[in-house]
């Protein structure tokens, strides 16, 4: 595609237009922004769960799990407890998660002690479906194609603002939570990065 052509209209641009004519009298930026991004969202989450199912026979969530695994470098081991805190999920959400990831081989749990907790960490077989999954998001993924249509000044303006409103809202959002709850929830989301 050519850089300088139009792009068609995406769905969040015809509920955009359709919100801007039935409430003219408001500043509705912040809400179409943040419209346009949950479509961008689940855009490329349910295209990463297709190409992870396809290529992997895994789900998304799951090759979630091979990636925080993964990116912890050598021996690609976390406890149970730092995972779910780094993909923001349940305890009985990343249990389930590794047992069907374990069932087929792709991790397996290590020793427990009582300082450190179970470990789990990615078999040969797993960090091989990590790397290859890894290789293709960054080639061939549908945020990777949509990347490639921007220039260079795009791609860096778009990071930039995503950068600033990831800071901005991870330190306005939970100002209603109690202190210590919102010392955890940063601590996930700086994880979950």
């Not at 969530?61 to 993964?70: E, H, I, S, T």
């Not at 990343?94 to 907790?117: M, Y």
């Not at 999954?133 to 960054?138: E, K, P, Q, Y």
């Not at 210590?180 to 940063?186: E, L």
């Amino acid at each position: 595609m050519d850089k300088s052509e139009p792009l068609a209209r995406s769905r969040a641009a015809d509920i955009a237009a359709t919100w801007k004519l039935e409430r003219p009298d408001l500043d509705l930026s912040g809400f179409l922004l943040a419209v346009y991004l949950m479509r961008l969202g689940r855009v490329v989450d349910d295209a990463y769960d297709r190409m992870c199912r396809r290529q992997f026979g895994i789900s998304g969530a799951d090759m979630r799990v091979l990636f925080a695994l993964r990116r912890a470098g050598k021996p690609f081991a976390r406890r149970a407890t730092d995972l779910y805190r780094a993909l923001l999920v349940t305890s009985g959400a990343i249990t389930k998660q590794v047992d069907r990831l374990s069932a087929i081989g792709l991790v397996e749990r290590g020793p427990t002690s009582p300082d450190s907790g179970t470990l789990v960490r990615l078999t040969p077989k797993g960090l091989k479906a990590a790397n290859g999954a890894f290789d293709s998001l960054t080639r061939d993924s549908v945020i990777a194609q949509a990347m490639n249509a921007l220039s260079a000044k795009q791609r860096s303006a778009g990071y930039a603002l995503c950068e600033h409103l990831l800071l901005e809202l991870e330190e306005h959002a939970f100002k209603d939570i109690p202190r210590r709850a919102r010392a955890r929830v940063k601590r996930r989301s700086k994880n979950s990065r």
